[in-house]
T-cell receptor
């Protein structure tokens, strides 16, 4: 069974640019969540999608957005990149059949220069 | 306001001994708690979870204890192995586990020395 796939693994962007990250969940998982990991803040929740609808949103500015497609694949977009957006962006999928928690992808390491 | 706190950023133990990782939370609405393990350059891996209706859950060498009155949970690893060296994150959710939002602590880096 394939895991959660995130592309690309590494990305370098310039301040002011925008970026799109992709996540393919485990087959059959309809919930996809995004998290930002930084050394100082740990893992912080960005948003969660279920059946193409955003169900939950964290405390991030509107520059951070996402969407989910009918096949449950998800993308997140960050516009007008700032240096502070440099982080590991993690995607997780879940079926929530109970007790199993989320399965995370390996993440996309974004560096803003 | 940090709702899930892991006050020890690091912990070092000898191989074969017990590792105890601690986590405190402030939101009494949390009803599901999880531990994740993370190696560098990889995503977190689910380890073990516990529902708020229980006070203990065991899976092999890993046991999670929940003290609701103290809003405290701990992860015990017995015996500790060098391969357990990683960052451990405590996480919590509410809504019977159906709410797809996890609140994470900042992690504890465990080092198990041979």
């Amino acid at each position: 069974k394939a895991g959660v796939t995130q592309t690309p693994r590494y990305l370098i962007k310039t301040r002011g640019q925008q970026v799109t990250l992709s996540c393919s969940p485990i087959s059959g998982h309809r919930s996809v969540s995004w998290y930002q990991q930084t050394p100082g803040q740990g893992l912080q929740f960005l948003f969660e999608y279920f059946s193409e609808t955003q169900r939950n949103k964290g405390n991030f500015p509107g520059r951070f957005s996402g969407r989910q497609f009918s096949n449950s694949r998800s993308e997140m977009n960050v516009s007008t990149l700032e240096l502070g957006d440099s982080a590991l962006y993690l995607c997780a999928s879940s079926s929530w059949t109970g007790g199993g928690g989320y399965t995370f992808g390996s993440g996309t390491r974004l560096t803003v220069v | 306001d940090q709702q899930v706190k892991q006050n020890s950023p690091s912990l070092s133990v000898q191989e074969g001994r017990i590792s105890i990782l601690n986590c405190d939370y402030t939101n009494s609405m949390f009803d599901y708690f999880l531990w994740y393990k993370k190696y560098p350059a990889e995503g977190p891996t689910f380890l073990i979870s516990i529902s708020s209706i229980k006070d203990k859950n065991e899976d092999g060498r890993f046991t999670v204890f929940l003290n609701k009155s103290a809003k405290h949970l701990s992860l015990h690893i017995v015996p500790s192995q060098p391969g357990d060296s990683a960052v451990y994150f405590c996480a919590a959710s509410w809504g019977g586990g159906g709410s797809e939002k996890l609140v994470f602590g900042k992690g504890t880096k465990l080092t198990v020395n041979p």
